[in-house]
């Protein structure tokens, strides 16, 4: 089992900043890759950016130059920092963890609001 706690989601200008924290406990070394995924109201969940073990991360087109995705392994805490923040960034932002063999692990969601 994976817990996931996210933090750091609040409602902030167009061109502002936030940090997204995720807190992960449990299982930690089952983990494969981690990873963040964002659902707006209407719309499907999607992925933002994931990070697997050896370091290495995706981001989808929409945030590439304005996010960065980060761990800290000493602490078990998966990072967002979101730059240059848009309106259409405004969603519910989840953690995700994917271990090698079982099934997925979701946190509860932060939400995120970008006024314009």
């Known amino acids: 089992q994976v817990q996931l706690v996210e933090s750091g989601g609040g409602l902030v200008q167009a061109g502002g900043s936030l940090r997204l924290s995720c807190a992960a406990s449990g299982s930690i070394s089952s983990i494969n890759a981690i990873g963040w995924y964002r659902q707006a109201p209407g719309k499907q969940r999607e992925l933002v950016a994931i990070?697997?073990?050896?370091?290495?991360?995706h981001y989808e087109d929409f945030v590439k130059g304005r996010f960065t995705i980060s761990r800290d392994n000493a602490r078990n805490t998966l990072y967002l920092q979101m730059n240059s923040l848009k309106p259409e960034d405004t969603a519910v932002y989840y953690c995700l963890a994917r271990p090698f063999t079982t099934k997925d692990y979701w946190g509860q969601g932060t939400q995120v609001t970008v006024s314009s």
């Open positions: 990070i697997n073990s050896a370091g290495s991360a």
